[in-house]
């Protein structure tokens, strides 16, 4: 059996470093769900309309975006994390629409860290996430998790 890697704490980014990691593949019956319940435009909910909006087609709610992405950065870095929270995102832009059939991946780099200046047992990490599809860029996300300090 062997023993669990140990989590990554603050002192354990640094800038530049970049983690990438994900596979989430987008669904049709997914995106009309998510749509229907948090953002009932046409365009996330029907095919016709998605063709005549800009969007071209069906595509998912920006927010929706947004949460695939919070689950990939969750499962493929935040519980290998003392994480303590965030305190936001900076930006948030829809880049690309994200389709029926995407296959979603994440790259997040840590942009800077800073350690509290209130608190001795946290630091922050600002990164930046970023979504691609099988193809190009989707999206950009920027978010500062707030992590645990090794030594307090």
């Known amino acids: 059996m062997t023993a669990p890697s140990p989590l990554l704490h603050f002192e354990d980014f640094h800038p530049g470093q970049t983690f990438v990691f994900g596979h989430y593949a987008v669904s049709r019956e997914e995106i009309v769900e998510f749509a229907g319940e948090f953002d009932p435009q046409p365009h996330h909910l029907d095919d016709d309309a998605g063709k005549r909006s800009l969007l071209g087609g069906l595509a998912a709610s ?44 994440v790259e997040v780099e840590v942009l800077e860290t800073r350690a509290s200046t209130s608190r ?31 030594r307090a």
């Open 62 to 105: 920006g927010w929706h975006v947004c949460a695939m992405a919070m689950r990939m950065v969750v499962d493929g870095l935040i519980v290998k994390a003392a994480n303590r929270g965030g305190v936001g995102a900076d930006e948030c832009r829809w880049m690309k629409p994200v389709r029926p059939g995407d296959i979603l991946r």
């Open 120 to 150: 001795s047992d946290i630091g922050f990490v600002h990164v930046a996430c970023r979504i691609f599809n099988q193809r190009e860029q989707v999206a950009l996300l920027a978010m500062t998790p707030i992590l645990a300090r090794r």
